[in-house]
């Protein structure tokens, strides 16, 4: 039971570089989530999708871009990479937002923008 | 908009002894309140949640977490930790009805238990 995969899982990256992050999901769940985790600043945000075809806007989401081609499969594009993205990455999903609340994350991406 | 406040970075504390982390939010919208545990080099995990109902919460591994509507609070305790309890524990809050749905967190009480 594969739950929320993340690839890669690690990555160092030079500045201006371009980089995809790939996160797939096997729940077949609609919602699906891209957070950032800084020290002492928690999860924000980047971009989230409501459905297949469907993305929208966080907290965040300035230097990045993403898509959802297929309902399993969310991607985060870095198109020219800086060194303030250097962080953590999650990717999350939600059946729907019936009222359990419960965000299935993976693992994470580790990201090291020179 | 939300915006939730963890009022300790990081909490020492020995094992067998209580723990209470704290949180409080702001919203001007009914919500949904949650705690999540983020244990080393994993991704987060939901520990416990309030919907509505019962202002006492109680979730996996012993904790617990009281719903304060009146402060704004969301506390989440352990009357005894084990060391397997050394996580960061985070608070999230979504209004009811959030378009997207989206979970704001606070920044995170990372736990050190000690023997």
Request: proline fraction near 4%.
């Amino acid at each position: 039971n594969a739950g929320v995969t993340q690839t890669p899982k690690f990555r160092v990256l030079k500045t201006g570089q371009s980089m995809t992050l790939l996160c797939a999901q096997d729940m077949n769940h609609e919602y699906m989530y891209w957070y950032r985790q800084d020290p002492g600043m928690g999860l924000r945000l980047i971009h989230y999708s409501v459905g297949e075809g469907t993305t929208a806007k966080g907290e965040v989401p300035d230097g990045y871009n993403v898509s959802r081609l297929k309902k399993q499969n969310f991607l985060l594009g870095l198109e020219s990479a800086a060194p303030s993205q250097t962080s953590v990455y999650f990717c999350a999903s939600i059946p729907d937002w019936g009222g359990t609340g419960e965000l299935f994350f993976g693992e994470g991406s580790r990201l090291t923008v020179l | 908009a939300q915006s939730v406040t963890q009022l300790d970075s990081q909490v020492p504390v020995f094992e067998e002894a209580p723990v209470e982390l704290r949180c409080n939010y702001s919203s001007s919208v009914s919500v949904y309140l949650f705690w999540y545990v983020q244990y080393p080099n994993q991704g987060l995990q939901l520990l416990l949640k309030y919907l509505s109902g019962s202002t006492l919460v109680k979730g996996i591994n012993g904790f617990e977490a009281e719903f304060n509507k009146s402060q704004t609070s969301f506390h989440l305790r352990k009357p005894s930790v084990h060391i397997s309890d050394t996580a960061e524990y985070f608070c999230a809050v979504s209004g009811i009805e959030a378009a997207g749905n989206k979970l704001t967190f606070g920044g995170g009480t990372r736990v050190l238990v000690k023997p």
